[in-house]
Structures are given as structure tokens and as C-alpha cells.
């Protein structure tokens, strides 16, 4: 069973700022991971799908990159919008799994 | 607008049973594998259940199986979640999530339901 630990687990930032945002699996999940955003109350959103590729709609300043065991979500200047949780989520293997999560903050 | 509805949650004692679904609209329902996923309150995300496109391919979580059957009507573009011997550890948002995909496969969720609350409690 792959496991997938985000850091850090809260994000402190001001807008306009760069966020890096970090997901390492227990097991190489080659580039099958996705990063979700969900703010409070609502559904998580698809953001990137296997490591790189933006879903749909979604703006460029959000990009991911990595392959095998260690991810990173990149939002390059944040919008206010932006302040939320951020989920990995790998599917390479059964079961599917969630990372922890990362909670952005305003500073 | 592709959507995901999700209905069905509430209160139900420890023990009990429950059934949740899933309308879908905007979309072809019947080619997509859909997915369940919950959410304890105040936690993280975890998979519970998934079907494949015609309903004859099902994958369970080891925490739900033997209690929860997962199934779908591609005649009224409806998926369904039963859950039966329900614990404290059930009480959860349940999302339903499309695939990218018609098959059982590991996958990635890009259309999400809002959600319904399961609550166990006597």
C-alpha cells in the first residue's frame, strides 16, 4: 500500500507570494499523481493529473512537477482565492490514496 | 454543466443501513468508472468504492468491504452506494467523483459531487 506524505503540513504565505508545496510517496508511483484544492465546505477540484498536466480551466500560475516518489505543486504568485487545502493523490496502484494535505494560510 | 449530485445521507443508529446516490448529468454517465470518497469531519480525503463504466467491475477499500456494495443504473445516469453494518468510523461526507476513464482503473477524479453527510450515532 503506497503512502503519500505532503509537507509542510501548513503553508503560511501572503498573497502574491510563491507556494511550493511537497508530496513523497512510500513507493514509486511513477508520474500517475494529481493534486486536488478544497476550500472550506466545498468538493475538492482537480488541479494537475499525472504530475504536470493542468485539468481543465484550471490558470497557469498552478504547475506540478515530479515523477517516481517526490511531487511538488507550484502556485507561482498567490491569489486570494488560492487560500485553501491541497491534496495529493496517487493512482498507480490499488488502493487509491490521499496525502494528508496542506493547509495554505494568509500570513 | 457536468454535475455530480449526490442524496441519501443522514442519521442512521450504529448497526444500520443506509443508501446514498449519485445523479449525474452534462455528460455521457455510462462511459465513466465513478468513485466514492469520503471525508471524516475535519480529516483528510479516503477512498472508499469504485465501478467501471458498465457496472460490472467493482474495487472496495478494505475498510468497507463486505459492508458497503457500490453499484449503478446507466438508465436513469444514477449510482448508488449501500452501506450496511454502519460504525462511528462511517461518519463522513461521501462524494461521488468521475474518472477519466470506462475501466476499473487506478485513476484521477475531475468532476466531484457536493456531497451528503452520513451520520452513526444512537
Known amino acids: 500500500e503506497i503512502v503519500l506524505t505532503q509537507s509542510p503540513a501548513t503553508l503560511s504565505l501572503s498573497p502574491g507570494e510563491r507556494a511550493t508545496l511537497s508530496c513523497r510517496a512510500s513507493q514509486s508511483v511513477s508520474r500517475y499523481l494529481a493534486w486536488y484544492q478544497q476550500k472550506p465546505g466545498q468538493a475538492p477540484r482537480l488541479l494537475i493529473y499525472?504530475?504536470?498536466n493542468r485539468a481543465t480551466g484550471i490558470p497557469a500560475r498552478f504547475s506540478g512537477s515530479g515523477s517516481g516518489t517526490d511531487f511538488t505543486l507550484t502556485i507561482s504568485s498567490l491569489e486570494p482565492e488560492d487560500f485553501a487545502v491541497y491534496y495529493c493523490?496517487?493512482?498507480?496502484?490499488?488502493?487509491?490514496?490521499f496525502g494528508g494535505g496542506t493547509k495554505v494560510e494568509i500570513k | 454543466e457536468e454535475q455530480l449530485v449526490e442524496s441519501g445521507g443522514g442519521l442512521v443508529q450504529p448497526g444500520g443501513s443506509l443508501r446514498l446516490s449519485c445523479a449525474a448529468s452534462g455528460f455521457t454517465f455510462s462511459t465513466y468508472a465513478i468513485h466514492w470518497v469520503r471525508q471524516a469531519p475535519g480529516k483528510g480525503l479516503e477512498y472508499v468504492s469504485a465501478i467501471n463504466s458498465n457496472g460490472g467491475s467493482t474495487y472496495y477499500a478494505n475498510s468497507v468491504k463486505g459492508r458497503f456494495t457500490i453499484s449503478r443504473d446507466n438508465s436513469k445516469n444514477t449510482l448508488y452506494l449501500q452501506m450496511g453494518s454502519l460504525r462511528a468510523e462511517d461518519i463522513a461526507v461521501y462524494y461521488c467523483a468521475r474518472g477519466t476513464q470506462l475501466a476499473l482503473l487506478p485513476d484521477a477524479f475531475d468532476i466531484w459531487g457536493q456531497g451528503t453527510m452520513v451520520t452513526v450515532s444512537s
Open positions: 499525472d504530475a504536470s
Open positions: 493523490q496517487q493512482r498507480s496502484n490499488w488502493p487509491l490514496a
